[in-house]
């Protein structure tokens, strides 16, 4: 089921990126486990995955620590609180859900201890709905400049959480707001390094952030199933 799902997903993704013109070496998938056991993830991971995206710490940590024989890239999708960040920081791959300085600061401090530069990007809310983590689109690029100045913490890129909705034309408009800041970033000039990574996309909006410029898709629902709970 689980690996049928993923060869799927994989051509789905494909032909969207094929239809947007653009290389489908150009867009990760990030196979998103929050919910589902290891037992999932192990199936996945036969089938090819080898990023997988979690919510919350507890349950990324107990994982992570299930699943260490394996090579997984984490990547951390939620949000995420200042006194969890040491739980992650040691092997984490890409913490994608910075929104504030403060987490911005732990971060650099925990990797300073660790002698490892951590990779995060910085999460928008784009559709201002106050349900939502993330940055204000107006002080993104701000919060930007103050994080590049924590030299232990290495910005690679924006996300963002499509509005919850089948009107395309609001995802669109979601997605080509972080596209427009992430431009206006690489070519302000204000940066050490260009921002590299767009992570927008989900099961349900992912062909129109891939027409967007997304580089890396969260995909749950789509590989594993509809989750029990309701998680953001
Ligand atoms: C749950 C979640 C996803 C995956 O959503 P699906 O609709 O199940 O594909 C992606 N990104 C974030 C931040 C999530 O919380």
């Given at each position: 089921?689980?690996?049928?799902?993923?060869?799927?997903?994989?051509?789905?993704?494909?032909?969207?990126?094929?239809?947007?013109?653009?290389?489908?070496?150009?867009?990760?998938?990030?196979?998103?486990?929050?919910?589902?056991?290891?037992?999932?993830?192990?199936?996945?991971?036969?089938?090819?995955?080898?990023?997988?995206?979690?919510?919350?710490?507890?349950?990324?940590?107990?994982?992570?620590?299930?699943?260490?024989?394996?090579?997984?890239?984490?990547?951390?999708?939620?949000?995420?609180?200042?006194?969890?960040?040491?739980?992650?920081?040691?092997?984490?791959h890409l913490i994608h859900s910075?929104?504030?300085?403060?987490?911005?600061?732990?971060?650099?401090?925990?990797?300073?201890?660790?002698?490892?530069?951590?990779?995060?990007?910085?999460?928008?809310?784009?559709?201002?709905?106050?349900?939502?983590?993330?940055?204000?689109?107006?002080?993104?690029?701000?919060?930007?400049?103050?994080?590049?100045?924590?030299?232990?913490?290495?910005?690679?890129?924006?996300?963002?959480?499509?509005?919850?909705?089948?009107?395309?034309?609001?995802?669109?408009?979601?997605?080509?707001?972080?596209?427009?800041?992430?431009?206006?970033?690489?070519?302000?000039?204000?940066?050490?390094?260009?921002?590299?990574?767009?992570?927008?996309?989900?099961?349900?909006?992912?062909?129109?952030?891939?027409?967007?410029?997304?580089?890396?898709?969260?995909?749950?629902?789509?590989?594993?199933?509809?989750?029990?709970?309701?998680?953001?």
């Amino acid at each position: 089921m689980i690996a049928e799902n993923i060869q799927n997903i994989g051509k789905k993704l494909e032909n969207a990126c094929l239809q947007a013109g653009r290389n489908p070496k150009e867009v990760q998938l990030i196979a998103v486990s929050k919910t589902f056991g290891v037992d999932s993830i192990s199936e996945a991971l036969d089938a090819g995955c080898v990023d997988f995206g979690e919510n919350y710490v507890q349950e990324l940590v107990r994982k992570k620590e299930l699943l260490k024989e394996r090579n997984i890239r984490w990547h951390f999708i939620g949000h995420l609180q200042t006194n969890k960040v040491k739980y992650i920081s040691e092997w984490v791959h890409l913490i994608h859900s910075v929104d504030s300085e403060s987490v911005a600061r732990e971060i650099h401090k925990r990797g300073e201890k660790l002698g490892r530069k951590i990779d995060v990007l910085i999460e928008v809310n784009t559709s201002r709905e106050s349900t939502k983590f993330g940055v204000e689109a107006e002080k993104a690029h701000d919060l930007m400049r103050n994080v590049t100045a924590y030299s232990y913490v290495n910005l690679r890129g924006l996300m963002t959480i499509g509005p919850f909705t089948d009107d395309a034309d609001q995802s669109r408009a979601a997605f080509r707001l972080l596209k427009s800041l992430f431009d206006e970033a690489n070519s302000g000039g204000s940066l050490h390094q260009p921002l590299t990574i767009l992570s927008m996309g989900m099961s349900h909006d992912y062909a129109i952030a891939i027409q967007e410029g997304s580089t890396m898709v969260r995909i749950g629902t789509a590989i594993f199933g509809a989750r029990s709970q309701h998680l953001n």
